[in-house]
């Protein structure tokens, strides 16, 4: 233990575990893990399920009697719980973990260049790998997701504003319906469209129609999350508006949407996560095209969803290795698009101090 | 400008004169402060026409908040409204711009006339009304989106005046100096005011205000959230905002009330709905109020 006066003070964090505190905590760890790989390899347990849940009940137990003998009674009823709290987090990790490496794994060995610039025009699925690519489904996801942002951000952030800033008439009944929505399965979007448009107006299957049927599942998310956001935003804010002679409108224009702004971002993306992987809708109302289509409008177009389903049913080893690199192509877009939300969200204008 | 230069010396004085009084709190030092700031501002010429509330009710839903509340505020005075929490007096000065409708059930009834309009008449546009009541309001709320620079003037976007560049600029300046807050700010005019201290936040509100050049100005216990120096520095801004247009101001600090208004209305509610019980000279209501309620309320005997 160090002293210090007030002439030569130090900064020090004494709320800090020293590592000799530490130590018998990860000793009994390693204990516990030499416990659990000796019970593994001489009972009747296999398998990497079993060092897992082993390992949390027998450590947390340890840990348990350790607090107990060392800090009391109090302190151990704290480890129990912490250790409870980390095994969720841990369970919720792991899923995540295994789906990144996985299709990490078995996308990559199909990955090539040829992949991003031609389409399956002249290939089939059981083809070997080299031959054909992605192109057209890459074009007509990012179609997808492009047209489905247009029609429902804007239709949802707006529902989100009639509700929660304009509270008009009806407001109980469209959020009642804004709830049913969220709740309509995707292959029924699929079909709605295809009996509302396809069947009834001169649309065919495309681009356009398919994102009509994304939008069904899109707006409902992107209008609760909104709500959600615009309700955070203090009232105080919007009075001030009002009370310097600003119309509703412009107080909500001027103040609520953008302090509100990085929140209706996160709500968008919430709306593409919805239905950037979505497949059964398409099957109605995409096409399912081979060949790259750069129209939306018309004629039939591929998408990635579409063709990692197609693979997968074609069950062979070149069309399997086909929907994984498609998968991981699928992912990395996903995920582009989010950092750029992010990105483009988070920049504040004037934030220079 | 010479005017304005004049008063402000006048004010600065006066503002030393507050720290001397603050220290001992008794009723007689509340009213001497009050008797003090009056014969400071015996000399000065009210200007313009003022804001004159007639027989004013408010409820919310079936509940009757406020009845009958009769005020004339005359141009150029500051009024300060004091009384127990509940008694109506934040209900009463909604509805002087109307902010009271925002409340989905509130009703009102009676006249708040603004130059002799009825600003509830049918057909007056509210917004006109509420760019002449400018209201500051008990928690300093900058507009977080924005910069210092762009919530003083955001104003003049939300009401949609159009301005020269060079006129905006003036403005801001002039804004910032009458609410006291330019030294500190005019460096970094681009920070968000988020950055700012709780009292500097509340100046800026104050700024903001001052913008679109109101001729009243609401202030809903203004310094409630305040520490003490901030809380001087505001009442330093009303002295010398007063010179320039009518203030009215709720608090629930007496000495507050004592320090800056030149008139004072006490409201209390005994259970049914909020009342004005005394209006008179802050010193007068200070030092001899006539009704028995106010004097227990000023000598601390309740409240």
């Not at chain 1, 681009?207 to 105080?236: C, H, K, W, Y």
């Not at chain 2, 030092?29 to 009210?46: E, F, I």
């Not at chain 2, 208004?261 to 006539?290: H, V």
């Amino acid at each position: 233990m160090t002293t210090t006066n007030l002439v030569t003070a130090t900064p020090s964090r004494p709320w800090q575990k020293t590592p000799k505190e530490i130590l018998p905590s990860i000793l009994i760890y390693v204990g516990v893990a030499i416990l659990v790989a000796l019970i593994v390899e001489f009972t009747g347990f296999k398998g990497k399920l079993a060092y897992i849940g082993l390992f949390i009940p027998i450590g947390t137990i340890a840990q348990f009697f350790w607090a107990r003998y060392k800090f009391g009674m109090k302190a151990a009823k704290d480890v129990v719980a912490s250790s409870i709290m980390a095994t969720g987090a841990i369970a919720v990790f792991i899923p995540v973990l295994s789906i990144l490496l996985t299709t990490f794994i078995k996308g990559l060995p199909g990955i090539s260049l040829e992949l991003f610039t031609t389409d399956m025009g002249e290939a089939s699925f059981t083809d070997p790998v080299g031959n054909g690519g992605l192109l057209h489904a890459i074009v007509g996801t990012l179609y997808l997701i492009l047209l489905s942002i247009a029609i429902s951000v804007p239709m949802g952030i707006l529902t989100a504003l009639y509700l929660t800033e304009i509270k008009g008439p009806g407001s109980r009944f469209i959020q009642f319906m804004v709830q049913a929505m969220s709740g309509v399965p995707s292959v029924v979007a699929g079909l709605f469209i295809f009996s509302a448009v396809i069947l009834t107006t001169p649309l065919d299957t495309s681009g356009f129609v398919a994102s009509l049927a994304l939008s069904i599942l899109m707006v409902p998310t992107v209008t609760r999350a909104s709500q959600e956001v615009l309700l955070l935003i203090p009232n105080d804010l919007r009075e001030a508006g009002l009370a310097m002679g600003a119309t509703q409108w412009r107080t909500v224009a001027m103040i609520v949407v953008p302090a509100a702004k990085s929140g209706l971002v996160t709500a968008s993306i919430l709306g593409v996560a919805r239905i950037a992987g979505e497949t059964a809708p398409l099957i109605f109302t995409l096409g399912g095209a081979d060949k790259l289509n750069p129209n939306p409008v018309s004629g039939i177009q591929g998408a990635l969803p579409f063709y990692i389903w197609s693979g997968f049913r074609l069950g062979t080893e070149e069309s399997v290795q086909r929907s994984w690199s498609a998968i991981l192509v699928l992912l990395v877009i996903v995920l582009a698009l989010f950092t750029l939300a992010r990105v483009v969200g988070s920049k504040q204008k004037g934030a220079r101090k | 400008m010479t005017n304005g230069n004049e008063n402000s010396e006048n004010n600065q004085g006066e503002s030393e004169d507050k720290m001397d009084t603050q220290a001992k709190v008794t009723p007689n030092s509340l009213s001497s402060v009050a008797q003090n700031r009056a014969d400071k501002q015996a000399g000065t010429q009210p200007m313009g026409t003022g804001l004159e509330a007639r027989g004013v009710h408010a409820w919310f839903g079936s509940h009757h908040a406020l009845s009958d509340v009769t005020i004339d505020f005359s141009a150029g005075t500051v009024t300060a409204l004091i009384g127990p929490s509940g008694c109506g007096k934040s209900t009463f000065i909604r509805t002087l711009n109307r902010m009271h409708e925002f409340i989905p059930t509130a009703a009102f009834a009676g006249q708040v006339l603004l130059d002799g309009k009825d600003v509830y008449q049918k057909g007056t546009d509210v917004t006109k009304i509420r760019l002449q009541i400018g209201m500051v309001f008990q928690k300093p709320n900058p507009f977080p989106s924005m910069t210092i620079g762009e919530n003083v003037l955001s104003g003049l976007h939300l009401a949609q005046i159009k301005m020269g560049k060079a006129e905006k600029e003036e403005l801001l300046e002039s804004c910032l100096e009458r609410a006291g807050l330019w030294n500190e700010v005019k460096d970094r005019l681009g920070a968000h005011g988020g950055s700012l201290s709780g009292g500097q936040q509340q100046r800026l509100c104050i700024a903001r205000s001052l913008a679109v050049n109101p001729k009243v100005l609401l202030m809903d216990e203004p310094c409630s959230a305040l520490d003490p120096g901030s809380t001087l520095r505001i009442e330093e801004t009303i002295s010398q905002l007063s010179s320039s247009m009518t203030i009215v101001i709720v608090t629930h600090n007496m000495q507050q009330a004592a320090r800056v208004s030149d008139y004072t209305g006490f409201f209390l509610s005994d259970g049914g709905p909020g009342e004005l019980i005394e209006l008179g000279p802050t010193a007068e209501i200070f030092s001899r109020p006539k009704d028995q309620r106010t004097e227990n309320y000023v000598s601390g005997r309740f409240g």
